[in-house]
C-alpha cells in the first residue's frame, strides 16, 4: 500500500532522514517507533507532501506520490491525523465533519453557501459521527470536547474522504492512562472493521505492541529494526536504543 525507497531529507545541515526504506502492507497495522527526535514526524510530513525530499520516493498503492502537494495526496486516498488534533473549536461537531467532506471534494471554493444547505455531505458528516462514537455530539462546540473525543473528531476528519491509508501521528498522546485505553479499543475495532491499513506512530510501548502487525525503528533519522511484535521486543538493540528493558519486561 505505501512505500518509501531510500529517504533522505535534511534541514540548514542536519541529517533528519537518512536513506530510509519501509513498505506498509495493505490491510496492515504498521506502526513507526523511536526515541524522540528519530525522525518519525519529518518522515510523515514527506509521506503526506509538507517535506519535499532530498532523494528517494515515495509510493502509494504503486503511484509515485514524491512532491505531490498535501491536498493531492490526500484526495488520493490517504489520510492523516496529527498528534494536535485539527479540528475547528468555535465550529460544531457536525459542521467540522461537513466541511472535512466538502474539502475532501474540492468543494469548499465553490461559493459561499451555509454549510447546513449541503445534505449529501452533513449526511455524510453523520454516518462519520456514527463510526466514531460521537452522534450524540454532534451540535456541540468542539471545543466543548474532552481531549479523547477531540480526537476522535480528528480521525473522523481524517476518514472523510475515499481512503486506502491512515497515518497517525501518536493517537494517545496527552491521554489518561484509561482513555489510552478506550483509544486503543477505538482505533482496533474501527480501523479494522473499515479493513484500512494504518501507519502509526506512538510512544506507549503496550499500545504498539497491541496494535501492530509490523513495527519499523527509527534512530537517529536511520531505519534500526524492522519486524513482528515478538521480534522488536526482543531485539537487543531496540531495548538499548528506545523500548528499555522495564518496558519490555512490562
Request: proline share 3%; net charge neutral.
Given at each position: ?142 471545543e466543548a470536547l474532552p481531549l479523547g473525543d477531540l480526537k476522535r473528531v480528528d480521525i473522523a476528519m481524517a476518514l472523510a ?70 521480534e522488536i521486543k526482543n531485539d537487543a538493540r531496540v531495548i538499548e536504543a528506545f523500548l528499555g528493558e522495564a518496558d519490555v519486561a512490562g
Amino acid at each position: 500500500m505505501l512505500e518509501i525507497n531510500r529517504v533522505r531529507k535534511s534541514f540548514y545541515g542536519f541529517l533528519a532522514l537518512d536513506d530510509v526504506s519501509l513498505s506498509v502492507a495493505p490491510g496492515s497495522f504498521h506502526a513507526l517507533v523511536g526515541p524522540n527526535g528519530a525522525g518519525k514526524t519529518t518522515l510523515f510530513n514527506v509521506v503526506v507532501g509538507r517535506y519535499t525530499p532530498d532523494s528517494g520516493e515515495v509510493k502509494l498503492a504503486g503511484r509515485r506520490i514524491t512532491g505531490w502537494p498535501t491536498h493531492r495526496v490526500v484526495r488520493s486516498g490517504l489520510g492523516i491525523s496529527f498528534q494536535r488534533a485539527q479540528a475547528f473549536l468555535s465550529m460544531s461537531v457536525l459542521e467540522n465533519l461537513t466541511l472535512a467532506v466538502l474539502a475532501q471534494a474540492g468543494r469548499t471554493r465553490a461559493g459561499m453557501r451555509p454549510l447546513a444547505s449541503y445534505d449529501d455531505a452533513r449526511q455524510r458528516a453523520r454516518q462519520l459521527l456514527e463510526w466514531v462514537g460521537l452522534a450524540g455530539r454532534a451540535r456541540e462546540a468542539a471545543e466543548a470536547l474532552p481531549l479523547g473525543d477531540l480526537k476522535r473528531v480528528d480521525i473522523a476528519m481524517a476518514l472523510a474522504g475515499d481512503l486506502q491509508l491512515l497515518l497517525l501521528d501518536e493517537p494517545l498522546a496527552g491521554l489518561s492512562r484509561r482513555e489510552r485505553r478506550e483509544m486503543v479499543r477505538f482505533i482496533e475495532e474501527l480501523l479494522r472493521g473499515l479493513g484500512l491499513t494504518l501507519l502509526f506512530t506512538e510512544h506507549d510501548t503496550e499500545a504498539v505492541l497491541r496494535l501492530a502487525d509490523r513495527i519499523t525503528v527509527l534512530h537517529q533519522g536511520r531505519v534500526l529494526a524492522e519486524g513482528a511484535p515478538d521480534e522488536i521486543k526482543n531485539d537487543a538493540r531496540v531495548i538499548e536504543a528506545f523500548l528499555g528493558e522495564a518496558d519490555v519486561a512490562g
